[in-house]
């Protein structure tokens, strides 16, 4: 458990949690925008969303595939050691939380089934890249002292 850190685990969910719900927001409000002006009740805009194949379900499974990408790049650069393992981990939750919420939906669309066998290598790649940019060493963490492996103090 030393070489773990929660935080980053919990950082790349919450980065992949918000920027889905963002995304989803910047595509869903115009399109409610564009049935309130033509006087469409909610349910029709709900069935046309599930039923516009691949004019809704390619970009998002775009931009989901995307979202995974970066919260494993944020994991993996939060993290101190065993960065692709935090990727994993993050892509391993998100892939539980994706499953679990489609696993309710009576249609599920085939780009969700693909989306949901991608999700675990789009965060491994994000945490690769992150590795092939910044290097295994933690940019975010001070250097160690060589001597007693604690951070140096500073002097005044």
């Known amino acids: ?5 929660w935080k980053a685990i919990l ?3 919450a980065i ?3 920027g889905s719900m963002f995304v989803i927001l910047l595509f869903v409000i115009p399109v409610g925008l ?3 002006a033509r006087g469409a009740r909610f349910q ?3 069935t046309w969303l599930a039923t516009a194949g691949p004019l809704f379900s390619a970009p998002m499974l775009v931009f989901g595939l995307v979202m995974h990408a970066a919260s ?7 993290a101190g050691k065993n960065k692709l393992a935090h990727s994993a981990v993050v892509g391993l939750l998100s892939l539980g939380v994706d499953f679990m919420t489609s696993a309710g939906s009576e249609a599920t669309p085939i780009s969700s089934i693909v989306g949901l066998f991608l999700i675990v290598p789009a965060a491994l790649l994000g945490g690769w890249w992150c590795v092939k940019t910044h290097g295994a060493q933690s940019k975010i963490a001070p250097p160690l002292d060589s001597s007693s492996g604690t951070p140096p103090i500073a002097a005044p």
């Open 1 to 5: 458990m030393k070489n773990w850190s």
């Open 11 to 13: 950082g790349g969910l």
């Open 16 to 18: 992949n949690y918000f």
């Open 34 to 36: 564009w049935f309130a």
């Open 44 to 46: 029709d805009m709900a």
């Open 72 to 78: 494993g790049y944020m994991a993996a650069m939060w």
